[in-house]
């Protein structure tokens, strides 16, 4: 049993269901990402000389490029468990765990070659304008999703978020009016507040002076300590209800804050990112975080 790609492809529904792409996009993406994994496999050979004759083996399960960007696609998308993935490509569990872990880094390699990688850090203001030279207006946010309830006591208390009140992983992200992800932090346990996390990522001091910058009522505090050309919702309180003119402003500002929400939308469309984070290996949900949000731009970049 193995899913039948010619046939995916012909509807952009099953496409985006399985892929997260369309058709036209990730056709697109077959030839650079054949680029990288070319190159990778010539890297291999050269450090480690080859045991058997060419065509000698197994044959291989994903025979062309396009299947072997499918199935990483369809892993990030989908994440089934390495037991159902096995049983669709009829292969061992052992053998899609091999092929997502080498895969990915293909697939990142790719995609920053394609220019749609978020940045992780800006160094100084100089830099955020040259990177991002017609942005008017960024929207800055955060973003949770489950992870497994850890054994140890202290990374249970690490990871518990008193908002979702369940253990979590938490990232930053910075998106545009477009809805591109121009930045994401590093990934973190999901104890920390939105608005400390921001503190820590030094972002507050390379945002140049005449960029609007969007926040919710959870970064409270940027608004005062920072010298940003913030925009705010109004906070109301037991004693200081907010006045009607207020509460017009609350909305206007929410009806355009939205974009922030579309964008984490978006990025979350991938099931790697939604359901609860399994894997074991350490700095994979910042990797899944990352290209899920290379996924989300590149979809942009070919709608």
Request: charged share 30%.
């Amino acid at each position: 049993m193995q899913i039948n790609l010619q046939r995916a492809k012909k509807s952009d529904r099953i496409m985006r269901a399985l892929t997260g792409l369309d058709t036209n996009a990730f056709d697109q993406l077959v030839k650079p990402f054949g680029q990288v994994l070319n190159k990778l496999i010539a890297q291999q050979a050269a450090l480690q000389p080859r045991e058997r004759a060419v065509g000698g083996g197994r044959t291989h399960t994903l025979k062309t490029i396009e299947e072997k960007l499918f199935f990483i696609l369809f892993y990030l998308k989908v994440y089934p468990t390495f037991d159902l993935a096995g049983f669709f490509y009829d292969v061992d569990r052992s053998q899609c765990c091999h092929w997502v872990h080498f895969l990915m880094p293909v697939l990142q390699e790719t995609l920053g070659r394609e220019l749609v990688l978020p940045k992780r850090k800006i160094k100084s203001v100089e830099e955020f304008i040259q990177l991002f030279p017609d942005v008017k207006d960024i929207f800055i946010d955060g973003t949770e999703r489950p992870v497994q309830r850890p054994k140890k006591q202290k990374q249970q208390e690490q990871h518990y978020s008193g908002k979702r009140r369940r253990h979590t992983k938490k990232n930053i992200t910075v998106s545009d009016p477009g809805k591109r992800v121009l930045v994401l932090t590093k990934t973190k346990p999901g104890k920390h507040h939105d608005y400390d996390l921001f503190k820590k990522s030094e972002l507050p001091e390379k945002i140049p002076k005449h960029v609007g910058t969007w926040f919710d009522l959870g970064f409270k505090g940027a608004d005062t300590h920072y010298d940003l050309n913030c925009v705010m919702p109004h906070k109301k309180s037991k004693n200081n209800p907010l006045t009607d003119e207020q509460i017009q402003d609350n909305k206007v500002i929410s009806g355009i804050r939205v974009k922030a929400e579309h964008a984490i939308a978006g990025i979350k469309r991938l099931n790697c990112v939604t359901q609860v984070f399994r894997t074991r290996k350490e700095n994979v949900a910042d990797t899944f975080m990352l290209l899920a949000c290379g996924i989300w731009n590149y979809h942009l970049k070919t709608v």
